[in-house]
């Protein structure tokens, strides 16, 4: 057997802060862009995951590079990331947190989309990968996203929900101290591994997650645009504000 190493990248993009005191902390608005791929002449397109993430990052980026033509940047520097390899183990994020381009101590948050297109529906006898969640309907989740990270940062959690003031989402902390250790299965995860306050935006699971069947027509697009202004003005409150999120002592359940 021969095995090849196949380098595998992340895409980094940045807006760099007005604030001489402040520009050189970070705030970073992360999706993954890799998918399964094809198997069997089946193709996985990923349109929620991590589809949905990845086009709420580019959003999000030119909505930041159209306030800068206005003259209006953030007092901290921003830092876009699509990461690669998450479906692999997280490895994309893991080799930023290895190999930052900053100090990881100068990172005030991390703000991570991560399947943000889709209603959660969790259905009876879903199966291993639906282990240890609630039965959800996709009915009762239309406006609903979860929060992941908040008994970690609740400081950030609580900018979240400020930020949503004017978005109107249903927000759910849900899932960080769940026996499914949903959790630990996105990009955010080795940042709050290194003390770094860090939250994943997540719409939920549902019986397409990781099939051939999550396709583009089905994923709920007025959603994800509420879910992308979510993390914008979230992620600008995060830049200009002058303190900094704390990690906590120890969990908190709400």
Do not use: C
């Not at 007092?75 to 994020?93: D, I, K, M, Q, T």
């Amino acid at each position: 057997m021969t095995q090849h190493l196949i380098p595998d990248r992340n895409v980094v993009a940045r807006v760099e802060g007005a604030d001489p005191r402040l520009k050189d902390d970070w705030v970073i608005v992360s999706a993954h862009y890799d998918h399964n791929g094809a198997e069997d002449e089946q193709i996985y397109n990923g349109a929620d995951d991590d589809g949905s993430g990845t086009v709420g990052l580019l959003e999000i980026a030119e909505a930041y590079a159209r306030a800068v033509e206005r003259g209006q940047r953030p007092r901290r520097s921003v830092l876009f990331a699509a990461w690669n390899s998450e479906e692999r183990g997280l490895l994309g994020a893991w080799a930023f947190i290895e190999q930052p381009l900053f100090l990881l101590e100068r990172i005030v948050g991390v703000l991570n989309m991560d399947m943000i297109g889709r209603n959660e529906e969790v259905q009876v006898g879903g199966g291993a990968r639906f282990r240890g969640l609630e039965v959800q309907t996709a009915e009762s989740n239309n406006n609903a996203i979860n929060i992941l990270g908040y008994s970690r940062t609740p400081d950030l959690w609580a900018l979240v929900q400020q930020a949503n003031a004017g978005i109107g989402l249903e927000l759910k902390p849900r899932y960080d101290n769940n026996l499914s250790n949903l959790l630990r299965r996105s990009d955010h995860w080795p940042f709050l591994q290194r003390g770094v306050p860090a939250v994943w935006f997540h719409t939920g699971l549902h019986p397409d997650y990781h099939t051939v069947y999550d396709r583009p027509e089905k994923i709920n697009y007025d959603k994800m645009e509420k879910v992308a202004r979510l993390v914008y003005q979230a992620s600008w409150d995060l830049a200009q504000q002058d303190g900094r999120p704390r990690m906590a002592a120890r969990n908190v359940r709400p």
